[in-house]
């Protein structure tokens, strides 16, 4: 148990930063079911999706916050763009631009980071 609270505390300012980027692209949604960000019910979302362009939108800010989000969200999105039996077919077109789209992470941010967590050089 305390070990967990430990992980989670030091991962603190990742889940930060995850929640900020979910909720500036408007996908705040995707949490509401948890704890204190409840704000709708799970229906309000389905009601929203057959809404002319909402479905399109959505999907575009899903693709934008992976990308901002990083390289292993990037991939999350890559296999859920492979997976037309769990998404409609709006987000897995614009889940399919993840595949050849994305620009190269610069190098040196990536070193950067890798040996920060390390805390050794590569």
Known sequence: MIVGMVVHRRHAARYR????????????SLVAPFGRFRRGSMSDLDSD?????????RARHLRLALEELGPAFIK??????????????????????LQDQIPPDDFAMVRQRVEAELRAPI
């Not at 999706?49 to 939108?57: D, F, M, Q, R, S």
């Not at 999350?76 to 631009?97: F, M, N």
């Open 17 to 28: 930063e995850i929640m900020r980027i979910l909720f500036s692209h408007g996908l705040g």
């Open 76 to 97: 999350l999105g890559q296999i859920l763009s492979t997976r037309v039996d769990l998404l409609p077919p709006v987000y897995i077109e614009e889940l399919e631009r």
């Open 49 to 57: 999706l057959n809404t002319p362009g909402v479905a399109e939108v």
